[in-house]
């Protein structure tokens, strides 16, 4: 099956860019997705990116996709306090279900 | 309205109760699910459902009872459960035929089990 991992905890000044890497194993996945959980809460999609891309950028947030590496990144550029926050890297596999990573705990430091 | 609906969002409850989970959207969504998280996780699938048809079921233990009455409904009833199925239960919804992948989760029913 499908293994996707993350980097458990990475900790930011307000102001800073961020960057949130995912590496995988299946490179079958159509679609690529980032949510955001905030502490007592579900998850949230922030962006996803189509496998034939290599970048996307949405407002403050750049995703990359380096399909050779099977890695995946977002970055989240001038952090604020309010991006502190689990962040899920998530594949859909061969049944459209998501895969999802460990999860990344973001601290931003004002 | 693009919004997923929990209730309750908290609930305690003994090994031999009998309670529900509840789970809304109005989204015209055709899939629903069912998630457990552990705390510091990711959610893990439980169930999958699709045109209101049960169309997967993660190996959970027969104390988890899903149930889709409609489409926009999806209920999942709890008996007899363990102090290790404390978690927070997520539903998600999404659309069929669209990007797999894409939910919209709700925020999260809080279960403990004493």
């Known amino acids: 099956g499908e293994d996707v991992e993350q980097s458990l905890f990475l900790s930011v000044r307000e102001g800073d860019s961020s960057v949130i890497n995912c590496t995988y194993t299946d490179s079958s996945s159509t679609y690529l997705y980032w949510y955001k959980q905030e502490p007592g809460a579900g998850l949230q999609l922030l962006t996803y990116i189509f496998s034939n891309m290599d970048m996307k950028q949405d407002q403050r947030l750049t995703v990359l996709l380096n399909k050779k590496d099977k890695h995946l990144s977002l970055r989240i550029a001038d952090t604020q306090t309010g991006d502190s926050a689990i962040y899920f890297c998530?594949?859909?596999?061969?049944?459209?279900?998501?895969?999802f990573g460990g999860g990344t705990r973001l601290m931003v430091k004002p | 309205d693009t919004e997923v609906t929990q209730t309750p969002k908290h609930l305690v409850m003994g090994m031999t109760n009998k309670k529900s989970l509840k789970c809304e959207q109005h989204m015209g969504h055709r899939a629903m699910y069912w998630y457990k998280q552990k705390a510091k996780k990711p959610p893990e699938l439980m169930f999958v459902y699709s045109y209101e048809k049960l169309s997967i079921n993660e190996s959970v233990p027969s104390r988890f009872s899903p149930e889709c009455p409609n489409s926009s409904l999806l209920n999942l009833h709890l008996h007899a459960l363990q102090p290790e199925d404390s978690a927070l239960y997520l539903c998600a919804s999404s659309q069929e035929g669209g990007r797999g992948g894409e939910l919209f989760f709700g925020e999260g029913s809080r279960l403990t089990v004493l």
């Open positions: 998530a594949l859909n596999n061969a049944g459209n279900m998501l895969t």
